[in-house]
């Protein structure tokens, strides 16, 4: 059974902690940041014109029956298709998105999870949140190549999560909320390049790469206990400690770094990179009443755009 039109939407995410150590088996902490969405809308089309998807924010607009394999997209819908056992419908996929692009803000998951919930929806299914989340996971490939899956996991499930690759999937309790100022480079930084460089320096040199992923699987431990006892003022200072590392790894950059220093400069808890690095965003742990001047502060130091999210308690 189809119906005219359908709308569902997902979240962005940030990496709090984690991240690229997170491809080499290491642990790592997401959350959603829910002020940036991605949607799809579902309309019907006249008989016989098959699937067509437009993407007017990502410039991308193809009839499915012509688009190629590794078309992110099409590879959403057709492997929602062939999970849901169905035909190409007669639609019309209109996808938007208010997510920067290779940003690390998690814009691919995003889109894939709103267009099969959407696509889904219109044939009348409602999949399961770990269905949506393996087909998703499917579409990360081909964005970039070896993905550790939290991409996925946390936008799907729209949670802050604690990922470990081929573990289940464990929610973090929050006890206290906490406020995060993201501050974009302007950079795009494709995180296929930033985690290919990284395995190369790890077969280069995995003695130092490995104390690296494995301070930083520390780090993340440590601000678990930290995020679920609610001691903000300790998860800040991890978070600076983590980007210290990533800064080693060799995924940091002058913009990043100044972004960081700056919020810090202005009385942040911490500061880091999030996601792939060498450009996309940094994230900075605000008490409430500092956060408008640090995010003064990371506009003064270059940040193309900056968003405040409140990641909220679970308890
Ligand atoms: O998609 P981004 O830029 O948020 O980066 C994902 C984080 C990495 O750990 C670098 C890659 C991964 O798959 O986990």
């Known amino acids: 059974m189809t119906s005219a039109q359908i709308r ?9 902690l984690g991240e690229h150590a997170v491809v080499h088996g290491r642990p790592a902490i997401a959350v959603p940041v829910t ?28 009839s499915l029956s012509t688009a190629s394999r590794d078309e992110p997209l099409a590879a959403a819908a057709r492997l929602a298709l062939a999970h849901l056992a169905s035909p190409e ?3 019309t996929a209109t996808v938007r ?57 946390v936008i799907v499930y729209e949670q802050a999560v604690y990922f470990m690759r081929g573990r289940p999937i464990e ?22 390049r930033a985690v290919t460089d990284v395995r190369w320096a790890w077969e280069r040199d995995p003695a130092h790469y490995d104390a690296l992923f494995d301070q930083i699987g520390d780090v993340t431990d440590e601000a678990r206990r930290a995020i679920e006892i ?22 940091s950059s002058p913009q990043l770094d100044d972004l960081v220093d700056a919020a810090q400069f202005a009385g942040a808890l911490g500061a880091k990179l ?16 500092l956060a408008e001047e640090i995010a003064q502060a990371l506009r003064e130091a270059g940040a193309q755009g900056v968003i405040r999210t409140r990641v909220a308690s679970t308890g």
């Open 274 to 289: 999030s996601g792939a690095g060498r450009g996309g965003n940094m994230i900075a742990l605000a008490e409430d009443d």
């Open 89 to 91: 419908p007669d639609a």
């Open 97 to 153: 998105s208010t997510l920067p692009i290779a940003s690390g803000l998690g814009s691919g998951a995003a889109v894939s999870t709103a267009l099969i919930r959407a696509l889904a929806a219109f044939l009348g299914h409602a999949p399961e949140p770990a269905t949506i989340n393996v087909l998703v996971f499917e579409v990360e490939k081909i964005h970039h190549g070896t993905p550790s899956g939290i991409d996925n996991t």
């Open 35 to 62: 002020q940036v969405r991605a949607t799809a809308a579902l309309e019907t089309a006249p008989p016989g014109s098959g699937l067509s998807i437009v993407a007017s924010d990502l410039n991308r607009s193809f």
């Open 230 to 251: 609610g001691d903000i003022e300790e998860l800040g200072m991890l978070m600076t400690e983590n980007h210290a590392l990533l800064m080693e790894m060799g995924v």
């Open 8 to 16: 569902r939407s997902a979240p962005g995410k940030v990496i709090l």
């Open 171 to 192: 929610r973090l309790t929050v006890s206290t909320p906490f406020t995060l100022l993201v501050g974009d480079t302007g950079v795009p930084s494709p995180t296929k």
